[in-house]
């Protein structure tokens, strides 16, 4: 998984790339709406500003990146939940988060960023997250995905779990990977395609889903492609952003809104049974 870095995410908590405008352009609804619909919460009344969330720094490993519990924390409160990051890190920012009561601690390290629901004991993960909020905005952008095709490159976590989900969503699904027994594990769990060469599928597809840390050079890229596109480095070129009729991509908030309104989802449907 990719590691975020400080001057990645420098603009997340006064969102500067506007993400609002950016997904209302492609789909016609906002972060707050999305990630409603990728939790299954639409239409619910589910109100987020009942759910307190603690975003604990985390030391281990490569440690603090500047500004990300910051940022995770901004990303939380857009959705109308109420925020804090701790003051305390690791297992006493933990602790801390509990004692004050949160419904939701909210925390990465290098390997996991996790959202762990302290009402119902139950956690959800970034890749999950990120895949089903990808997932919804592609969807969503495309106008639904039933019987459509759609390739997704990159058969990591976040890809395999996009792979699952598009099906889910009706699409004809193509993987493609420079791994191809990455790639064949999931035709052989969900039956969909694999492609080995991603200049191919993006040939033949102008329905993408980008999960993999791959620069792809615009003249591969076929004239009114819809790309959702959580992969970082993020980086397209003039043709590319010339040849793309939408490429939706922000470093940190559209995953992270997900795996929030997520675990919101968890205690609102115990309660309400
Ligand atoms: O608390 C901190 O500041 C750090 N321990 C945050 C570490 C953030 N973790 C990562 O960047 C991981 N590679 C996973 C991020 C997934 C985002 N899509």
Same mark, same amino acid.
């Given at each position: *998984?990719? /590691?975020?870095? =400080?001057?990645? %995410?420098?603009?997340?908590?006064?969102?500067? %790339?506007? $993400?609002?405008?950016?997904? $209302?352009?492609?789909?016609?609804?906002?972060? /707050?709406? @999305?990630?409603? #619909? +990728?939790?299954?919460?639409?239409?619910? &009344?589910?109100?987020?500003?009942?759910?307190?969330?603690?975003?604990?720094?985390?030391?281990?490993?490569?440690?603090? !990146?500047?500004?990300?519990?910051?940022?995770?924390?901004?990303?939380?409160?857009?959705? &109308? *939940?109420?925020?804090?990051?701790?003051?305390?890190?690791?297992?006493?920012?933990?602790?801390?988060?509990? #004692?004050?009561?949160?419904? @939701?601690?909210?925390?990465a390290d290098d390997k996991r960023f996790v959202a762990y629901n302290t009402r119902c004991n139950r956690f959800t993960d970034n890749a999950y997250g990120t895949a089903m909020g990808y997932s919804v905005v592609l969807h969503d952008a495309a106008r639904g995905l039933d019987g459509k095709d759609v390739l997704v490159i990159g058969a990591g976590f976040v890809g395999s779990h996009a792979v699952r989900i598009l099906k889910d969503m009706?699409?004809?699904?193509?993987?493609?990977?420079?791994? /191809?027994?990455?790639?064949?594990? $999931?035709?052989?769990?969900?039956?969909?395609?694999? #492609?080995?060469?991603?200049?191919?599928?993006?040939?033949?597809?102008?329905?993408?889903?980008? =999960? +993999?840390?791959?620069?792809?050079?615009?003249?591969?890229?076929?004239? &009114?492609? !819809?790309?959702?596109?959580?992969?970082?480095?993020?980086?397209?070129?003039?043709?590319? /952003?010339?040849?793309?009729?939408? %490429?939706?991509?922000?470093?940190?908030?559209?995953?992270?809104?997900?795996?929030?309104?997520?675990?919101? &989802?968890?205690?609102?449907?115990? #309660?309400?049974?």
């Open positions: *998984m990719t /590691r975020l870095t =400080a001057d990645l %995410i420098e603009g997340v908590p006064s969102d500067k %790339i506007n $993400l609002d405008s950016l997904l $209302l352009s492609a789909t016609g609804r906002n972060m /707050r709406e @999305i990630a409603l #619909e +990728a939790a299954g919460l639409d239409g619910t &009344g589910i109100d987020l500003s009942a759910y307190t969330v603690s975003v604990v720094p985390i030391t281990s490993g490569l440690g603090i !990146i500047g500004g990300f519990s910051d940022s995770v924390s901004a990303i939380v409160k857009r959705l &109308g *939940m109420d925020s804090e990051v701790t003051s305390n890190t690791d297992v006493a920012g933990f602790s801390e988060g509990v #004692e004050r009561g949160s419904d @939701i601690i909210m925390m009706g699409a004809n699904v193509t993987v493609t990977d420079i791994i /191809r027994e990455k790639g064949e594990r $999931l035709v052989a769990k969900y039956g969909v395609k694999f #492609e080995p060469s991603m200049e191919k599928g993006l040939a033949d597809h102008t329905l993408v889903l980008n =999960a +993999a840390p791959v620069i792809i050079p615009g003249e591969l890229i076929s004239d &009114g492609t !819809i790309f959702s596109t959580p992969g970082v480095p993020h980086y397209f070129d003039s043709e590319g /952003r010339r040849r793309a009729k939408f %490429i939706i991509h922000d470093p940190l908030e559209i995953g992270t809104a997900v795996m929030a309104v997520n675990s919101a &989802g968890f205690s609102f449907r115990q #309660e309400r049974n």
